[in-house]
Nanobody, 116 residues
Framework: QVQPVESGGGLVQAGGSLRLSCAASGTFFSINTVGWYRQAPGNERDLVAVITGSGSTAYADSAKGRFTISRDNAQKMVYLQMNSLKPEDTAVYYC??????????WGQGTQVTVSS
């Protein structure tokens, strides 16, 4: 019913930028809270940024000042603009869509690798 799909990952040099995209389907997207999470090998999956249906945002300390989450409800898209990337940002990045009265739905993830 709900199938988030991430894209935009890749290999970049430290200091560079990437924009990740999360495309949703099967939901009334404008009311959904969407979060970006990341998981590095051997680590837990941690929240990076979140945006509500009304546009309120919050960020992990590691992302503040460098990452920006935004959404385009008409296109059912959520973006994560990542600037000033560091090797520590290397991880698989996942999109999670929260559907009221249903649950949380995860995408398959997109790999971000930041080289020194």
């Amino acid at each position: 019913q709900v199938q988030p799909v991430e894209s935009g990952g890749g290999l970049v040099q430290a200091g560079g930028s990437l924009r990740l995209s999360c495309a949703a389907s099967g939901t009334f997207f404008s009311i959904n809270t969407v979060g970006w999470y990341r998981q590095a090998p051997g680590n837990e999956r941690d929240l990076v940024a979140v945006i509500t249906g009304s546009g309120s945002t919050a960020y992990a300390d590691s992302a503040k000042g460098r990452f920006t989450i935004s959404r385009d409800n008409a296109q059912k898209m959520v973006y994560l603009q990542m600037n000033s990337l560091k090797p520590e940002d290397t991880a698989v990045y996942y999109c999670k869509v929260v559907v009221p009265g249903s649950g949380s739905y995860w995408g398959q993830g997109t790999q971000v690798t930041v080289s020194s």
